[in-house]
């Protein structure tokens, strides 16, 4: 039998840049388990029934803090859940601050989305619990790469080789970033393709090809990971109009159609159905947006059991 | 590293014969029993079972899965046993007769998983186990074999292996003990 690596080579889960491809390995073999534990009749096992998790959520999510929250329940994991607009985040406690007071009620991992990038590197530094990083700015989305790298495997049966696409608002997107670096780690090709003001200058130095042409774009790939125009990241017109955006940049059946061959379309969500992507494509047999969905929680439990097995 | 060899060639296969006979002695034609053995090393014993279970029964489809205990285990953190191999259960176990297959009983924990593991997939109408080497005298919880290929009496420092013609080469049982 090949030698396996028994255990990830990092204490928190704070971006795709710390994992080796061998870690990746792992998290997507132990993923497939799980993912079998998810299709039984009772889809819970009690590995973590001594753990528990705090979700602090200082910005809005719906599939990724629902997902983790599944994720840790199937695990046997206690759960808690904070929301900053609810909390006393408003009335001027620091991150440290709450955080601390939140693992005084002894709790043994954090999960965190905060809008500002490097917010859970920084965390880590401070306080003892282990962090999985739920989002953080525009900078990185590990699980979110993990789950989209994992679902392409699922569908070509492996993920060296491949094509891939990250197509729209790259220059917002902590999707884009952890994307690139984790298929680049597997051994994949990767392009970013949209309006030049939403590249940023340093994607060159991540050894990407930048394309601005979404045709072109298209028929270079295997698959295309349509991203979502972060309006409220934006706080300048970075294009004149959406209606213009969505038609230089949007992919819909007609162009799908028009393709050299079938392509594999892929989306984070949230949707904005009509932008970047019209619904007939999003519900097409050629879509695995749900998939990925699916995937998350296998993907999350994986990374928290993990993470979790490195305790003491 | 010192080795004692404590089951190979023509007793080997007599002890494999013996435990089919005494399996059918219970289960006549296994319409109602599955055999499911336990990842990692147990899932040889039971594909060997299976397989001269069918010789001697040309009539009987016997069934046969493979369980994977990893998350179940009580030794978490406690151990590097952390990799899954995949469980293969094809068929419901709701109301079946199951017999767990595992090559060495020791200290019973993993039987104790096994069973915990089990009853994701149903309630079956009875649980029983079948092991090639019973480590007597060595048990951390009440659990005992129902089938039984040979019976040692160990230390806590010895190890015992049991390797396939499959995979290693020869079918043996090896008591392996320090200095």
């Known amino acids: ?312 | 590293m010192q080795n004692l060899t404590l089951l190979d060639g023509p007793k080997f296969q007599i002890t494999i014969q013996r435990l089919c006979h005494q399996l059918i002695e219970n289960h006549d034609l296994f319409t109602n029993s599955v055999i499911i053995g336990i990842q990692p090393r147990g899932i040889f014993l039971a594909k060997r079972i299976i397989d001269e279970l069918e010789k001697k029964l040309p009539k009987a489809k016997i069934k046969g899965g493979n369980l994977d205990i990893t998350f179940f285990r009580d030794d978490f953190r406690r151990k590097d046993n952390l990799v899954p191999s995949p469980t293969q259960i094809n068929f419901f176990i709701e109301g079946k007769k199951v017999i767990l297959v595992d090559d060495v009983l020791w200290t019973g924990r993993t039987i104790r998983a096994a069973m915990d593991a089990l009853l994701a997939f149903g309630r079956p109408a009875k649980v029983e186990l079948l092991t090639l080497v019973d480590r007597r005298y060595s048990r951390h919880l009440p659990i005992e074999a129902d089938y039984i290929g040979i019976k040692v009496d160990t230390i806590d420092s010895q190890k015992v292996v049991v390797s396939w013609k499959e995979t290693d080469k020869e079918d043996k049982v090896i008591l392996l003990s320090e200095k």
């Open chain 1, 1 to 312: 039998m090949a030698e396996r690596a028994q255990t990830l080579s990092t204490k928190h889960l704070l971006g795709i840049k710390d994992l080796t491809a061998k870690d990746i390995e792992l998290i997507f073999e132990t993923a497939d388990t799980f993912k079998d534990v998810l299709n039984r009749p009772i889809k819970k096992v009690p590995s973590l029934r001594d753990v528990t998790i705090a979700n602090v959520f200082f910005e809005n999510s719906t599939r990724t803090r629902l997902s983790f929250e599944l994720a840790q329940k199937r695990l046997s994991a206690d759960t808690i859940n904070f929301a900053a607009s609810s909390s006393s985040v408003s009335k001027g406690e620091t991150l440290i601050d709450t955080v601390n007071n939140i693992l005084s009620m002894k709790v043994d991992m954090i999960v965190m989305r905060h809008p500002y990038a490097g917010a859970g590197i920084f965390l880590s530094k401070h306080v003892s619990a282990q962090i999985v990083n739920a989002g953080d700015g525009a900078h990185e989305h590990p699980t979110q790469a993990l789950l989209d790298a994992f679902s392409i495997r699922e569908k070509y049966g492996e993920v060296r080789g491949k094509k891939i696409a990250i197509i729209g608002d790259v220059l917002h997107s902590r999707v884009a970033l952890s994307n690139i670096l984790c298929l680049k780690k597997l051994g994949a090709e990767v392009m970013v393709c949209g309006p030049s003001t939403l590249i940023p200058k340093f994607i060159r130095t991540l050894d990407v090809r930048v394309e601005h042409d979404l045709i072109r774009a298209l028929n270079w790939c295997d698959v295309a990971n349509m991203l979502r125009i972060q309006l409220e990241r934006q706080d300048i017109k970075y294009f004149p109009s959406l209606r213009e955006y969505s038609m230089m940049y949007g992919l819909n059946k007609q162009i799908l159609n028009s393709l050299e061959k079938e392509i594999v379309v892929m989306h984070p969500g949230p949707i904005n159905r009509g932008v970047e992507i019209t619904s007939d494509v999003a519900d097409s047999k050629q879509s695995i947006i749900l998939d990925q969905v699916e995937n998350g929680v296998a993907i999350r439990m994986a990374v928290l059991y993990l993470l979790a097995s490195q305790r003491n």
